[in-house]
T-cell receptor, first 111, second 118 residues
Framework: GQQLNQSPQSMFIQEGEDVSMNCTSS?????WLWYKQDPGEGPVLLIA?????ELTSNGRLTAQFGITRKDSFLNISASIPSDVGIYFC???????????FGQGTTLQVKP | DGGITQSPKYLFRKEGQNVTLSCEQN?????MYWYRQDPGQGLRLIYYSQIVNDFQKGDIAEGYSVSREKKESFPLTVTSAQKNPTAFYLC?????????????????FGPGTRLTVL
């Protein structure tokens, strides 16, 4: 079946540092979504990408849809303590309505 | 306020009992979804519904059942046939196919229900 590999699995960084995480797929996706989940809460949508090569920003967050359509990355610039949480990528093949989720990247920020 | 509500936040049940988790949305979304999340893992799709009175099995539907009698509601029943029901359950919704390819794919999540079976 389709799988998403998300890396790194966890990160522990100093406040103010930049962060980068990525997802790769064995299948071609036409949609990449990035979510953030706080402990015990539902994921919140951060960025949605729909075209190969697309680069989209949301404040300090920037995400790109890979040219091959099999990968995506998320960058966070100048991290702050409230960036702590689990970041998930999710992809969709065609318009099936079914999202496939990565395993998540746990981010911890040291003040 | 528009959004997705799930109740209760925490739920405890004895082994062998069926339990129903509530999910309501007032976003006027056509599509709704149920996911299961286990510690340290991503989200796995249980069931989804793209329109009222219709639903499809996801990747891990065994031991679960759903209904979609109203656009706003998509309750999930965890039956006694589910061998390992203790988990965090998340409901989501999206605008659906008619909204166009982009908006169709953006799913919005509720706050989740943590189910513990004793």
């Amino acid at each position: 079946g389709q799988q998403l590999n998300q890396s790194p699995q966890s990160m522990f960084i100093q406040e103010g540092e930049d962060v980068s995480m990525n997802c790769t797929s064995s299948s071609i996706f036409n949609t990449w979504l990035w979510y953030k989940q706080d402990p015990g809460e539902g994921p919140v949508l951060l960025i949605a990408l729909y075209k190969a090569g697309e680069l989209t920003s949301n404040g300090r967050l920037t995400a790109q849809f890979g040219i091959t359509r099999k990968d995506s990355f998320l960058n966070i610039s100048a991290s702050i303590p409230s960036d702590v949480g689990i970041y998930f990528c999710a992809g969709m093949v065609g318009n099936t309505g079914k999202l496939i989720f990565g395993q998540g990247t746990t981010l911890q920020v040291k003040p | 306020d528009g959004g997705i509500t799930q109740s209760p936040k925490y739920l405890f049940r004895k082994e062998g009992q069926n339990v129903t988790l509530s999910c309501e949305q007032n976003l006027n979304h056509d599509a709704m979804y149920w996911y299961r999340q286990d510690p340290g893992q991503g989200l796995r799709l249980i069931y989804y519904s793209q329109i009222v009175n219709d639903f499809q099995k996801g990747d891990i539907a065994e031991g679960y059942s759903v209904s979609r009698e109203k656009k706003e509601s998509f309750p999930l029943t965890v039956t006694s046939a589910q061998k390992n029901p203790t988990a965090f359950y998340l409901c989501a919704s999206s605008m659906g196919r008619l909204a166009g390819a982009g908006l169709y794919n953006e799913q919005f999540f509720g706050p989740g229900t943590r189910l513990t079976v004793l």
